[in-house]
């Protein structure tokens, strides 16, 4: 569970930001889009693998895991966090666990003007995972699943059912022998 935010911790209105970051209205630390590796150290990876790992463990506990006080790693917690390198600690669920066990990706172009009407579209159809805007032969790449191939047909015919989209062309996913992962660059960002 994300730890609550004291009035004195980093990216709370009440602290300045980092150096080399801005602020948003809300007072929140912004991080420049590019650049060195100001974001991470040793530690920040030690514990960001740790909460990768087991995602339900409290701070003292890390602390004793990782041999520093827990006022430090609250305040990397809240630090991470601030920066964006910490988003969320949701749990991770497997959509085919869930009854969708078919997977696609569908490259879609769109008319010019219609991006925003089309990502609104996308946004309200519960079985597009990720979308993003690409460069080359598409505008946007989508992630789709599909309770099968049949019902990928109807969640096809959903997505590109709106007057902004042009064309569509659907790859499905055979097999995922590499799954999304993030602590093998953790780990070299905070090596660097």
Known sequence: MPPAQSPSSPGSPDSPAPQG?????????????????????A????????LAEEPRIGVLE???RLQVARGTVQ???DRLQAKGVIS????????AAIGYPVTAFATLEISQGQGADVRAHLA?????????????IGDMLV???ARSNADLQRVIDRVVGFDGIVRSSTAIVLENPVPYRILPLVDQAAAE
Do not use: M
């Not at 530690?43 to 740790?50: A, H, K, Q, S, V």
């Not at 969320?88 to 959509?95: A, N, Q, S, T």
């Open 43 to 50: 530690l920040d990876g030690r514990l960001i693998r740790l």
């Open 124 to 136: 309200r159809v519960p079985e597009v995972l990720e979308l993003h805007t690409i460069t080359g």
């Open 143 to 145: 992630r789709i699943v």
């Open 21 to 41: 970051t801005s602020t948003t209205p809300q007072g929140t630390p912004t991080s420049p889009a590019a650049g060195g590796n100001d974001s991470i150290d």
């Open 75 to 77: 305040a990397r917690l």
């Open 62 to 64: 890390c602390s004793r």
């Open 88 to 95: 969320g600690f949701g749990p991770e669920v497997d959509p």
